[in-house]
């Protein structure tokens, strides 16, 4: 058995228990036989979102199939203490699929897609459900990396006022804004969960920042300087695992 093999990550969904054998489905597949070029013997590590992660080892490859063995179980904390939830405005292409990879890297709990007046992007229902489904494929492929085996859900498109108006009233809501007068650090380490909202390529508007502002949210800028859309949440989730988190 080749053990260099042994961090290869693969999300496999449904039960998995020890001694049972699993067909592998077929990106998965591809994945291992195609990309890792993985061969039987070699092994590998799978999970599938209930926190644990099992060692198993590729049992048989055929050309359209790959099997695998699992040997066992075991648990691996690493999940972030804090809960953070980031509502982060649409924007284009690669940006938003940077943005939603990076934040899974970082820890963060959930992600919810939101429809802003300065969002490039506009999708009707039929191509907002596609971009979710492809959202979470990358957050899969990001805890895949990084290590995570819990996957946090990316949540139906939905507008900017809607979202606002349903969140959680004992979290810490912060609002990424170049016209906030409080820093990251000035603020006290929250006892309770975080949301954390980002804006769009083009910002939020001032009617956006008011609306945000009345729902409860606090202002927090990033230093001087303007960072684009899908460096903001991104540098804010670093900021917040520094000062409160596992940094």
Same mark, same amino acid.
């Given at each position: 058995m080749n053990n260099a093999r042994s961090l290869t990550r693969i999300y496999m969904p449904g039960e998995l228990r020890a001694g049972s054998g699993r067909t592998l489905p077929a990106p998965q597949a591809h994945h291992v036989a195609r990309v890792l070029r993985l061969a039987e013997g070699d092994a590998l590590t799978l999970f599938n979102g209930d926190g644990s992660e099992y060692d198993a080892v590729v049992a048989r490859m055929a050309r359209d199939a790959v099997t695998v063995k699992i040997s066992g179980a075991r648990s691996a904390a690493r999940e972030p203490a804090l809960e953070i939830v980031?509502?982060?405005a649409l924007s284009s292409g690669e940006r938003m699929d940077y943005t939603v990879q990076k934040a899974v890297e970082l820890g963060v709990a959930a992600i919810h897609p939101l429809a802003a007046s300065r969002s490039v992007v506009r999708l009707d229902a039929a191509r =907002? #459900?596609?971009r979710v489904a492809h959202w979470q494929s990358v957050a899969i492929a990001a805890c895949e990396q990084s290590g995570r085996n819990?996957?946090?859900p990316v949540a139906p498109v939905m507008p900017? #006022?809607?979202w606002l108006g349903q969140g959680a009233a004992t979290a810490l809501r912060l609002l990424l804004s170049p016209h906030g007068e409080t820093r990251m650090r000035d603020l006290a380490r929250p006892d309770g969960a975080i949301v954390l909202l980002a804006g769009p390529e083009g910002g939020f508007t001032? #009617? #956006?920042e008011a609306l945000a502002r009345r729902s409860g949210c606090t202002p927090v800028r990033l230093g001087p300087r303007v960072l684009r859309t899908e460096?903001? =949440?991104v540098a804010a989730l670093a900021a917040m695992q520094a000062l409160w988190g596992d940094f």
């Amino acid at each position: 058995m080749n053990n260099a093999r042994s961090l290869t990550r693969i999300y496999m969904p449904g039960e998995l228990r020890a001694g049972s054998g699993r067909t592998l489905p077929a990106p998965q597949a591809h994945h291992v036989a195609r990309v890792l070029r993985l061969a039987e013997g070699d092994a590998l590590t799978l999970f599938n979102g209930d926190g644990s992660e099992y060692d198993a080892v590729v049992a048989r490859m055929a050309r359209d199939a790959v099997t695998v063995k699992i040997s066992g179980a075991r648990s691996a904390a690493r999940e972030p203490a804090l809960e953070i939830v980031l509502g982060q405005a649409l924007s284009s292409g690669e940006r938003m699929d940077y943005t939603v990879q990076k934040a899974v890297e970082l820890g963060v709990a959930a992600i919810h897609p939101l429809a802003a007046s300065r969002s490039v992007v506009r999708l009707d229902a039929a191509r =907002a #459900e596609k971009r979710v489904a492809h959202w979470q494929s990358v957050a899969i492929a990001a805890c895949e990396q990084s290590g995570r085996n819990r996957i946090p859900p990316v949540a139906p498109v939905m507008p900017l #006022e809607s979202w606002l108006g349903q969140g959680a009233a004992t979290a810490l809501r912060l609002l990424l804004s170049p016209h906030g007068e409080t820093r990251m650090r000035d603020l006290a380490r929250p006892d309770g969960a975080i949301v954390l909202l980002a804006g769009p390529e083009g910002g939020f508007t001032q #009617e #956006e920042e008011a609306l945000a502002r009345r729902s409860g949210c606090t202002p927090v800028r990033l230093g001087p300087r303007v960072l684009r859309t899908e460096t903001a =949440a991104v540098a804010a989730l670093a900021a917040m695992q520094a000062l409160w988190g596992d940094f």
